[in-house]
């Protein structure tokens, strides 16, 4: 039976870019109910990670604005930032207590380090300092967080994490035991064209446009096409990823209602998909990655 929908098509988009809106409406619902119902999780991981959860949503609704203006460059760019967040939210979830505390840790001595900045090219230097003072040896807990995150030679570490991210996701399936396909997609197909876009490189220009996809679009038609599946991809994996930050929340605190619409959320999307025609079986055996019987 031919297939009634196409990929890439206006159509098969806005259904692509609705999931994506109702999945953010989801975290939004979350977020909320987690600052008006549950103020026993004060103090608790789920507390002191609300602002991280508030920030997954409030991005991912940056990139349902741009891509209402077409800015799918950008949308990557953002994109990751949602996923990146994400992964360290629902890592954090699950993590050690040493893991978790650095992350805490990683805060504290950031903020203080930004009192006095500088940077240095070749003889010319530029700072910026804060005017009052503090006194490391009186502040233990922030002394502490800065020697942690202070390298031999007297650097600052950049990263709160030694782990990459392929560990990271393992600890979430082993310690939460929660499906990590897609993370692991959103990963391979997000990250490293949004890190070339941000990194100014030609390609991180040029790739959304189907330069690097065997064919360059010839017509605006064509073009259109290529940003279409573009977006598609994107709204796809970033909302299937919401679904696992969702099932990750519920392991700690049961929000099976918010949980039982992103399982709908999701059957609808999938049927959408199964009428697909050319890349419609490589869509379903991407949505069964993520542990969901659809």
Same mark, same amino acid.
């Given at each position: ?16 870019? $609705?999931?994506? =809106? ?57 994109? !990751? ?28 001595? @950031?903020?203080?380090? #930004? ?13 910026? @300092? ?7 040896? %009186?502040?233990?807990?922030? @002394?502490?967080? #800065?020697?942690?995150? $202070?390298?031999?030679?007297? %650097? ?6 030694? @782990? ?13 035991? #929660? ?21 100014? $490189? ?22 259109? !096409?290529?940003? =279409? ?21 519920? !392991? ?14 999701? =059957? ?27």
């Amino acid at each position: 039976m031919q297939s009634s929908k196409e990929f890439g098509t206006d159509e098969t988009t806005g259904h692509f870019f $609705t999931f994506f =809106n109702s999945q953010l409406a989801l975290l939004e619902r979350l977020y909320q109910y987690q600052f008006t119902d549950l103020k026993h999780l004060d103090g608790t991981r789920l507390g002191n990670l609300y602002p991280l959860l508030f920030s997954i949503w409030h991005t991912g609704t940056s990139v349902s604005l741009l891509a209402m203006h077409q800015h799918i460059n950008e949308c990557y760019i953002l994109g !990751r930032s949602v996923l990146e967040r994400m992964v360290n939210y629902t890592y954090l979830i699950f993590c050690d207590e040493a893991e978790y505390s650095r992350y805490l840790a990683y805060t504290k001595q @950031k903020g203080y380090r #930004v009192l006095n900045r500088s940077f240095a090219a070749g003889d010319a230097e530029v700072r910026l @300092k804060w005017s009052g003072i503090i006194d490391l040896e %009186k502040e233990p807990d922030l @002394k502490q967080a #800065v020697d942690m995150f $202070t390298s031999e030679k007297g %650097k600052p570490k950049t990263r709160w994490t030694s @782990k990459p991210l392929s560990e990271m996701l393992q600890s979430i399936a082993s310690g939460g035991k #929660v499906e990590i396909g897609y993370l692991m997609f959103a990963i391979l197909w997000i990250y490293d064209d949004a890190s070339e876009a941000l990194h100014g $490189t030609l390609y991180g220009s040029t790739f959304h446009i189907g330069t690097f996809h065997g064919k360059i679009p010839s017509s605006k038609e064509e073009l259109r !096409r290529t940003w =279409n599946q573009q977006f598609s991809a994107l709204f796809l994996t970033l909302g299937t990823c919401m679904h696992t930050l969702i099932q990750s929340f519920n !392991r700690v605190v049961a929000i099976e209602d918010i949980l039982s619409c992103s399982k709908d959320n999701l =059957n609808r999307i999938s049927g959408v998909l199964k009428q697909l025609g050319e890349g419609g079986p490589f869509w379903e055996s991407f949505m069964s990655r993520g542990g969901l019987e659809l």
